[in-house]
T-cell receptor
Framework: QKEVEQNSGPLSVPEGAIASLNCTYSDRVSQSFFWYRQYSGKSPELIMSIYSNGDKEDGRFTAQLNKASQYVSLLIRDSQPSDSATYLCAVGDQGAQKLVFGQGTRLTINP | DTEVTQTPKHLVMGMTNKKSLKCEQHMGHRAMYWYKQKAKKPPELMFVYSYEKLSINESVPSRFSPECPNSSLLNLHLHALQPEDSALYLC???????????????FGDGTRLSIL
């Protein structure tokens, strides 16, 4: 059973600080990693994709991947109250055409 | 604005009703997905269509019947649902690219379904 683990939170971060969200996965051969943001009552929104070891930056968001440690993270710089949401880590299942989702981390940015 | 459009946004139905959920995408994606999501849980995969053919059925009860009329459209036919089927139903689509592993999935806004 392929698994993706996330701390469910809630994670509280003061406005303007860096929010750090972490995810580990069990399938060593995984090649595709995604972060989705989901506001309450809304659908998941893709915010980052990462396929190679290292960092990938997009605006205030940085995804970090370490395949040797089977670890992927998302950093949000200069956190804003609008960043308050549940963040879902998803890992591509190489053997099937689907994503394996973590349980999600609920993030709250405090003004 | 989402590029995956789902209708209706809300649906209330009785346990004996028959209804359909619709999904449309115009991104040229060849893979489409149905998910079910309960509150405070991640999306749960139901079906995958690849090039208009059903490729994955995650042991979904037969009261849910998917259909893919063409590469842009995906339907989910509902019949004799149970109260526990009340949830947010999400459609997603993605490109097909076997060279890079799985491609990101783009979700529609969902249909919130309530079974009375």
């Amino acid at each position: 059973q392929k698994e993706v683990e996330q701390n469910s939170g809630p994670l509280s971060v003061p406005e303007g600080a860096i929010a750090s969200l972490n995810c580990t996965y069990s399938d060593r051969v995984s090649q595709s990693f995604f972060w989705y943001r989901q506001y309450s009552g809304k659908s998941p929104e893709l915010i980052m994709s990462i396929y190679s070891n290292g960092d990938k930056e997009d605006g205030r968001f940085t995804a970090q991947l370490n395949k040797a440690s089977q670890y992927v993270s998302l950093l949000i710089r200069d956190s804003q109250p609008s960043d308050s949401a549940t963040y879902l880590c998803a890992v591509g299942d190489q053997g099937a055409q689907k994503l394996v989702f973590g349980q999600g981390t609920r993030l709250t940015i405090n003004p | 604005d989402t590029e995956v459009t789902q209708t209706p946004k809300h649906l209330v139905m009785g346990m004996t009703n028959k209804k359909s959920l619709k999904c449309e995408q115009h991104m040229g994606h060849r893979a489409m997905y149905w998910y079910k999501q309960k509150a405070k849980k991640p999306p749960e995969l139901m079906f995958v269509y690849s090039y208009e053919k059903l490729s994955i059925n995650e042991s979904v009860p037969s009261r849910f019947s998917p259909e893919c009329p063409n590469s842009s459209l995906l339907n989910l036919h509902l019949h004799a649902l149970q109260p526990e089927d009340s949830a947010l139903y999400l459609c997603a689509s993605s490109q097909e690219d076997g060279t890079r592993g799985n491609q990101p999935q783009h979700f529609g806004d969902g249909t919130r379904l309530s079974i009375l």
